[in-house]
């Protein structure tokens, strides 16, 4: 059977493809995802369906891909880079934090060439994927698919309390929408979380979808390659249990992320030329950027010790507040994250090695670097599909990224000093006294302990014909290449300053909305 659309990786994005462009009954879809398939939310795991738990992302998991990557050379080890394996992706296994990017993030995006891609044109695209149950004005939706909720002060854990009101007297200002244009400080963060349950796209645009005759969901089926006929993409070839075949398609849609897809696209003969053919690999078409300019937020887990007797609810939420700021010095907006959250150790889904350390319970403050100079780069390790890809982030080659960096977590020494926190904290775990007593110390643990937020952006980045670098133009077609599109992460040219997955479910719905 041939179809009019395929889907290749049902995640965040790929739920969204399928639900809007399956909402015609004359237009065939396809949606192909590697991982397994749950019919309904009643079936989930129970490490899916609990937002309060990180086990799925342990990276042994049956629905984890298990990348590692490379931060930076003085790692004594490659980091976990975790990535969904299940219909739902990525958005099945994360911390439900559903932030949106900062208008000049997406205005940024605009002013590169890709003028549909301005905040403002944006904005009714975000609108209509949530229902957020706080806050009713212009810019938030109240009959999307995606639930949208705040903790109330009420429901605070006593770190997230201390926390905002040691920010709170250090002179931030409180926060109560970070989805607003105009957002910063410290409030509540919005999670789309509903009683507990992950409410993943699988969950909230697929699931009502199902019964549609022209939509088929296939689970358990990765993709090697997609199939070409001269320039044009006519099909992919699919690996199921023993099996291969091909299917055919007028249109093939890459949505497996900023990892997969750019990898895919290798493997299928498309992108740097010379890399690819290096591999055996039949070039179909040269394009330098795929896999290039690897944009992440650099995170650091400052992990600290609490005081004996400290009551830890580590069977409820991990985050409930943040503060987003500007760096001293920095001309960039809330270029920084700074959040507490709680872990108890191996048992409950935290590593036992590397930047998860810590195997007894207690909190963390973590750092995010919201826009990095710094960025990396993607390649192939073979022409294998089931070889993970090489991924290299090159965190903190930049000197102002080290400096911002620095700088948060001398911040995070001033906030501990607050009364409300020292009574819950009593010392540093990681990084130690020692560390912490010259910025020259400060940075080599900084290079030994960077992780990644995995918010994987811009391998396949868009851009006008002037940019060399460029995979797709800005309707997220493939240059070069007909019957191919791109609707993920990958397509950013930037990540935005903020968690990424509210910006994944909008570029499907921007791409949707052009495909209809």
Known sequence: MDYDVIIVGAGSAGCVLASRLSQDPARSVLLLEAGPDYLSAEYLPVEISNGYSMAATSGDSHY??????????????????????IVGGSGAVNAQVFLRGLPEDYDGWANQGNDEWAYLKLLPYFRRLETDADIRDDFHGSDGPVPVRRFPREEWQPIQSAFYQAC???GFPHDPDMNNPDSSGVGPVPFNTRDGVR???ALTYLDPARHRLNLTVRGSALVRRVLFEGNRAVGVEVESGEERFSVRGSLIVLAAGGIATPQLLMLSG???????????????????GVGQNLRDHPMFNLELEAHEGFNLDSSGPRMQVGL?????????????????????????GDRPSGAWSANEAGVRLA?????AESWGELMLKSADPHDPPLLDYRYLRSREDIRRVRECI???????????????????????????????????WMMRNVS????????????????????????????????????DLSVAPQVVRANTNATAIMIAERVADWLR
């Open 64 to 85: 984890n891909w298990g990348y590692r990557a490379a931060g930076t050379p003085q790692q004594p080890s490659l980091m976990y880079a975790d990535r969904g394996r």
């Open 168 to 170: 709170i007297d250090a």
């Open 199 to 201: 409410m993943s796209t």
């Open 270 to 288: 498309v992108g740097p030329a010379g890399h690819i053919s290096s591999h055996g690999i039949p070039v179909v078409h040269d394009i330098p």
């Open 324 to 348: 987003r700021y500007t760096v001293e010095g920095s001309e960039l907006r809330n270029d920084m994250q700074l959040f507490p959250y709680n872990y108890a150790g191996p048992g409950t």
């Open 367 to 371: 750092c995010m670097l919201e826009l």
């Open 410 to 444: 001398r911040l995070a020494q001033r906030l501990l000093q607050h009364p409300t926190l020292a009574s819950i904290v009593q010392g540093w775990r990681s990084p130690s006294e020692v560390d912490l007593a010259s910025d020259e110390a400060l940075e080599s």
């Open 452 to 487: 990644t937020t995995q918010h994987t952006s811009g391998t396949c980045k868009m851009g006008p014909e002037s940019e060399p670098m460029a995979v797709v133009d800005q309707y997220c077609r493939v240059r070069g290449l007909d019957g191919l599109r791109i609707a």
